[in-house]
């Protein structure tokens, strides 16, 4: 007898920072349809959920409840499980984030692409995090791209980058706010933030550091 043809099926683990919503149980349901309907067919199904149980977002919540971030992701996780237990989804296998086994192989992976370079340490993350205590951000859109000397102030603020070849600087300031861009010395024209307080800017990179000037107009 032939071998059944293996199908499988999961869903987004769901974010353990308040009780599931209704998108959530929508999704189980729809993807238990699918699960059942591939069984009929004569496939053998595994049918994979869980819960995602790390983040900064987790941290707080369990501080303002006043409980360890483990206690309060171990009662929300319960309540999604008993959700979906209560919907009669036929999932193989409830993963947790938290789960010994599953943070195992999380190691051996990250392990194997950091050996490899997929992962590494970029130069310029100091200067990142001190923008970001100024309720700035930066984000460098091409890896090994490096922001330096950045001087965050009250009207905008100035950095150099430089890098591998050309980049997309994104800076976060003021919502809808409009700024003056000079690059390496030459105007480079009026930019204005979008709803969120986001300006990109294309920067061309050579052979030395250039020098990027956002300033309130």
Known sequence: MADKPKYYITTAIAYTSGKPHIGNTYEIVLADAIARYKRSQGYDVFFQTGTDEHGQKI??????????????????SGEIKRIWDLMNTSYDKFI???????????????KKLYDQGDIYKVKTFSEITKLERNGMFVYESVPGTAVMNLNATDTGLTFQVEGPEDAQITVELEDESEYDITIDGADAGKMKT????????????????????VTKC
Not at 96 to 110: A, Y
Not at 194 to 213: A, F, I, Q, R
Request: charge should be negative; glycine fraction near 8%; hydrophobic fraction near 30%.
């Open 96 to 110: 947790r984030t938290t789960d010994e086994d599953h943070e195992k192989h999380v190691q051996k992976i990250f």
């Open 59 to 76: 941290e707080l919540k369990a501080e303002e409840a006043g409980v360890t971030p483990k206690e309060f992701v171990d009662n929300v």
């Open 194 to 213: 979008n709803l969120g307080g986001k300006l990109s800017l294309s920067v061309e990179l050579g052979d030395h550091p250039v020098d990027v000037k």
